[in-house]
Every structure is written in C-alpha cells, then in structure tokens.
C-alpha cells in the first residue's frame, strides 16, 4: 500500500528555508518530482537554488539562472543531476508535454515551479506549496510512495539527532552503497561524525527455501552487527570507528570519522600507495594470527553457493535477455561443490569480506597497522585468510597490476611463513578459488544492480573484475570450473 505523508512548517527567515532545501536534497534521487506552487514571491525559487546549492560539491560556484525564460535549466556537474522547469509562461499541459520532462526523470530529479500544468507523470511526488510574506513562510509538504518513506525516515533521523551533541547540526551527504545502507557527515567548528543510516531489513525477497538472499549470505540486516564487529576490532587494536551514539532498533548510529583518505581515491589520484597497501597486507597477516570469538557466522558453503549463483541468475539474462535454462544452474553449483572445500580452513578466521579499497582509510598519524582505518566491517564472517587477500589484490573499483598484486602477495606469505601451521601451496589454491568466487558474485551482483536497481555505473567495472577471473581460473585447480566458462559463458571471462 502506498504511503502518503502531509507537514506543515513555519519559517522565520529566508535561511530557514535554505535549511529545509538543504535537508530535502538528502533524500532526492533521479526520477522523483519536487513540485514547488505559491504565489509569486513565496519562496518557490528560493527553496530551488538553496536545493540545488546543496547539490553542488563543495567549493563549487555556479549561478543558478531562474528557467522561466529557457523553461528548463539542467544542473549535470551536481550530486545527482537536476532539472529545475519552469512553467509560468506556458498556456497548456500540451505545451509542457512537449518539454520532455518525462524522459528527463528518468535521469534528473526534477524540480518544476508552477506545477499545475505539469501532464501526468508516474514519479514519486513531493508537493510544496509556499505561502507568507516578508521573511516569514509556511510551507505545506505532501508526499507520496518513496517521498513519503525518506521523510519519515529523516524525521526519525532527527529525532535521534536530538538525543545527541549534534542537535540541529547541518547535515552533508556523504554516500550511498549498493546496499540500504547511507551516510551523513555532521561538522562543526573542525570536528566531525559519521551519520550511519542502516535501517533493519532485509536485502530483497525470499530466494531459496523460503530466506532472503541476505539471510543465506550472512549479510548484516541491522546496524548491531556494526557495533559488534568494530568492537571486538578495537578490542584487538585495529582502527575501526568507534560508535559515538547508537540507536540499534532504528538502525541508526554516530561513528567515527577517520578521514578522507580513502585508498581508492588516493589510487585515482595517483598518490604514492606503496607504503598503505603494504601495511593493509600487514593488517591481514596480523588478523590471521587473532583468535577470535564465534560470534559471527561461518562463510559456509551455502553462503558461498548462492553468491556464486548470482552469475547465471543475473548476468546470463543481462547478456541474452532471457531466463537462465536450469542445466546451467545445476552443472554451475556441481562444480563450485567440488573446488570450494579447498577454501575450508583448518583455523576459521574472521573473514572481513569487504577489505577493498574502498573501506580502507590511510591514517599516517598513527602508527604501525594502525595507520589503516577500517570501516564497513559488518559482513565479517568466519572464513579463510585467502578472501581478503584476494578482495584487497583484485580490487572491483580500481586497477592493481597484475605484477604489484604478485609483490604485495609474497610480502603477505613473507610474513606469515613463521607460523607452523602456514602452508604457501594451500594458501595459493584457496587464493585462486576465493578469486574466483569473488569475482564470479561481482558480475552478477553488478548485472544486477544495472539491471533490477538502474544503477548502471557498475557496469564499467566489470572488464576489470573479468581479467580478475579470468587470471584465478588459470589455477590448476580449477580446470573443470574454467571449462565450465569457456562452453557456457565465455563472455564472463572477456567483458568489454
């Protein structure tokens, strides 16, 4: 059943306003509808160059020009590209048809001033109509569907907020993951916090004997699994945020902010990562030696099996459009289920998932390991050492040469080789076989994102995590499974 929402607010002052605009920006997504009616000099235009303001990175200067003359004035260099309309001029719903608003929503949030003309569009709507003179404003909100949802989420984000030191403290989008998962960053007068919005739930339907795709992975459906993990890391003195402030049953949470420099923007930069990706290896050496609690799942060959099955669920109907034939599922999971036992381990590790990176920060302030900060750590299962080496090597989001990959990978067996127990060529199969399997659940989760989500800039990652795959499968190990491609899926292996 679809939600509806109505508010009524009162503002003092102009900035009030911008405040507001500021706030809604937060929630705004390309193909949802901000509709902004009243009378002339209400307010509507400036609530739209407060919003669009806000979209803007920052440092960034732009004019905001009003679109009553051009009718549309479109924002492509912001957060999200906007389209802000105008139709005041316009004397028909005929005459806006032909605007192509329609086919700007499927790309734009799109703010449209004097709406009642506006044709029919299926979007989520925002209503705001704006009345008062002088400084003072009322705005009267309504919204529907997703609108509904994401202020009603704000509003308990508020009222989290408030129980808090950051009260009323502006608020900047931070980022959004492939998850439900967003952040916040709240600064002032030179200090900072994280805003971690992880509300219970979920990740999509039932898939396999009546369980979601999460439940059978072991993915965190709650932002309790993010207290625990970073607080057994702490415990073990490794950087990981610490939890300011926590609400679990609202899925909400201030933690620390480590700083921006995060090892993938610095790779796209070019600055020197010498030094960082060999202390991250250190870090995995390190987290090998730990015993650890059972307090987390294990990466059982359930888990592993559906991740695989993301493959030929996904990206066999993202090539050829049509549903994947069974023999394919069948003979794909028979062959997983002969090589993934090379990945047991004779001591189960806590296995992060997600050391990549993206969710490695370089703190050089600090010292020792503890120079690299670790966040989205919640996923951490109980698994083998090789599956974060392999994460960290065959990054998804930049490019690591194959020859430094071989370097960093010698350091990591360089420091383990006093352990007893090590053993190099067991290491290198579980290494090629977690790869692969790595590899094999990105392109389908990435298939996926492009194809059920629209988020199709996932996409131009997928040559890289192929010439991943493909180099894993040169393991002799893994004969039959490299077979298996190169009769039914060849294009996985040479993505364009």
Not at 64 to 86: E, G
Not at 152 to 172: G, M
Not at 396 to 414: G, P
Request: hydrophobic letters at 40%.
């Amino acid at each position: 059943m679809t939600i509806s929402l109505e508010r009524h607010y009162d503002f003092q002052s102009p900035a009030e306003t911008e405040n507001f605009a500021a706030t809604i920006s937060l929630w705004s997504r390309p193909g949802q509808l901000i509709l902004l009616s009243g009378d002339l000099g209400a307010g509507k235009s400036t609530f739209a160059r407060a919003f669009i303001t806000a979209m803007a990175a920052q440092g960034d200067e732009f004019d905001i020009p009003s679109p009553s003359f051009s009718l549309i004035q479109t924002y492509d260099n912001t957060r999200l590209p906007i389209a802000h309309v105008d139709l005041y001029r316009l004397n028909s719903k005929a005459e806006a048809e032909e605007l192509g608003i329609a086919e700007l929503l499927s790309t734009h949030v799109v703010l449209v001033e004097w709406p009642d003309l506006l044709p029919g569009l299926d979007a989520p709507r925002l209503c705001l109509h704006f009345s008062g003179t002088g400084n003072r404003r009322h705005v009267k909100l309504v919204a529907d569907g997703r609108w509904a949802e994401a202020l009603l989420r704000n509003e308990a984000i508020e009222n989290f907020l408030a129980t808090t030191n950051w009260k009323d403290r502006p608020r900047k989008f931070l980022e959004g993951d492939a998850s439900s998962r967003r952040y916040e960053i709240l600064a002032e007068n030179g200090k900072s916090t994280i805003l971690m919005d992880m509300p219970q739930k979920p990740d999509g339907p039932p898939v396999k004997n009546n369980r979601p795709y999460s439940a059978i992975a072991h993915l965190a459906e709650g932002i309790g699994s993010v207290v625990m993990v970073n607080q057994q890391l702490l415990g073990q003195g490794y950087s990981a945020p610490v939890i300011e402030s926590c609400d679990v049953g609202k899925g909400l949470a201030l933690i620390e902010n480590l700083g921006n420099a995060v090892f993938g923007v610095m790779m796209r930069s070019g600055s020197d990562m010498h030094e960082p990706m060999r202390t991250a290896v250190a870090v995995l050496a390190d987290l090998a030696l730990k015993d650890w609690p059972a307090t987390i799942p294990s990466y059982d060959i359930d888990a592993q099996l559906i991740e695989v099955d993301l493959l030929p669920s996904w990206f066999w109907p993202f090539l050829h459009g049509t549903k994947t034939p069974q023999q394919l599922h069948d003979s794909f999971e028979a062959i997983w289920r002969d090589v993934l036992p090379m990945t047991k381990p004779g001591r189960p590790h806590w296995t992060l998932r997600d050391f990549h990176s993206p969710n490695l920060i370089w703190m050089p302030h600090r010292a020792g390991l503890q120079r690299v900060g670790l966040i989205d750590t919640q996923d951490a299962v109980l698994g083998h050492p090789a599956y974060d080496l392999a994460s960290l090597l065959q990054d998804a989001r930049v490019d690591i040469d194959f020859a430094w990959a071989d370097q960093l990978y010698s350091h990591y067996e360089n420091l383990r080789a006093h352990q007893g127990s090590f053993d190099k060529a067991k290491l290198s199969a579980a290494y090629a076989v977690l790869g692969a399997q790595r590899a094999t659940k990105i392109l389908g989760i990435f298939a996926r994102l492009a194809k059920r989500d629209g988020k199709p800039a996932y996409l131009k990652h997928m040559p890289r995590v192929s010439r991943y795959l493909k180099r894993n499968l040169e393991h002799p190990a893994l004969e039959p499974l490299k077979s298996w491609y190169i009769e039914n899926m060849p294009e996985a292996l040479d993505v364009k």
